[in-house]
């Protein structure tokens, strides 16, 4: 195994290679401990929580390299290049079904998500991703069908730009792949579509693209070394972060990285967010407490704030607002407790990462899918948090990214 092909691309990028019981591998990529106030000066001196599980800090964390994916049907996942990512799976199988992998390894959590969300914000990453159906946005524009196109008209096809030749109205019968008269074949601009998905959009593009297959700009920092598909392709779960009432709870630390750690709806790990009132402290407390963090929709924007909402702002409707642009009801809660931004669920001040965070007006347990899909255009980034959906919730713009601690 370690004269395999992955173990030398390993290697050469300084990634990690575990295996399975079964000798199949998953590709990691390494982020060495650091302390919070490295990213921005407003956070504390301390171990970012990432690091931290079950009272323990960790010299190091690995995240998968690419996102979650099958070698054979409803079995382990792994994280491998050039494959379908798994879609269409509820939360707790999707992290049932990485757990399998064995040793230390399970699903990407909220703290490793706020760890990336600090890096972004610090070196200022704004990668790119299949956010429209196979393409970014703001390098060119999906092909469909029954479409008029005129001589010089660009579209993207399965990863690739194509150029009109002859003015018509696109159909099956024209695809660009199959018709150098009337399409010439320009740069690789996007990733390789899943190809049993190709006329799941009425596009021949499909929905998802395989794993790390998208130009160097579709990894982080531009780096293929790097993980890939940071952004768009298929929201990633994010374990140890839930809302309930649209009070946040979250699972302390990064204990939600112990593969053992009960993350369940009736866990009793779950704990919410009481923010002091002199300073930027605050104390983990009982799901329900008084006075404890919650999103609410004021002034037209995803707010947090210490007040328990009124029955009739529950009114079942998805409300969204840029990461960046997230408000504080300073009347309820003078500070911001640094656990949210450590955690990514609060903005540092002046951050320009890019994403929208969702939310459903609902008493009903919502949990988080981070990083965007192939329908979100320019709402998709790194800062994105879908919390709109059950756990239960199984669909093709849903997946996942395994991660492991250190190997004892």
Known sequence: MNNSPLELLAERYDNKVL????????????RNKVKSNFFDASLPDHTHPAFIVNGTEDDYELYGKYKASELKPNGTLYSLPNMPPRVTLGHDPFRTRMNSFGGNVTGM???????????????GYVPKGNNSYGVDYRDGSRYELNKAVTVGTKRVFRGWEYECLIAHTTSAELLPSETPTHWKKGKHIGGEPVKEQYKADNAY?????????????????????????????????????????????????????????????????????????SDDGYDLVEPGTAGTVHYAWMNGKVTLTARTLDDEEFDGQQRNTPFKDMAVDSATMPYVPYILKEL?????????????????????????????????????????????????????????????????
Request: hydrophobic share 30%; with cysteine; proline share 6%.
């Open 109 to 123: 959590t909220i703290a490793d998500h706020g760890l990336l969300l600090l890096e972004a914000h610090k070196y």
């Open 19 to 30: 295996y399975d019981g079964d000798g199949n591998p998953s590709i990691f990529v390494k």
């Open 344 to 408: 990514g669920l609060a903005p540092i001040a002046g951050t320009t990462v890019q994403g929208n965070f969702y939310i459903q007006m609902t008493k009903d347990e919502r949990v988080g899918r981070r990083s965007g899909s192939c329908n979100n255009t320019s709402y998709a980034g790194m800062a994105y948090l879908h919390c709109n959906a059950p756990r239960s919730h199984a669909y093709a713009y849903y997946g996942g990214r395994p991660r492991s601690r250190p190997e004892t």
């Open 205 to 277: 593009n499909g929905y998802n693209t395989l794993t790390g297959s998208g130009p160097s700009s579709w990894y982080l920092n531009n780096d293929v070394g790097d993980m890939a598909d940071p952004q768009g392709n298929c929201t990633e779960q994010v374990y140890g972060f839930r809302l309930v009432n649209l009070e946040i709870q979250i699972i302390p630390d990064n204990n939600a990285a112990d593969p053992a750690c009960d993350t369940t709806a009736n866990s009793a790990a779950w704990k919410a967010i009481l923010p002091h009132q």
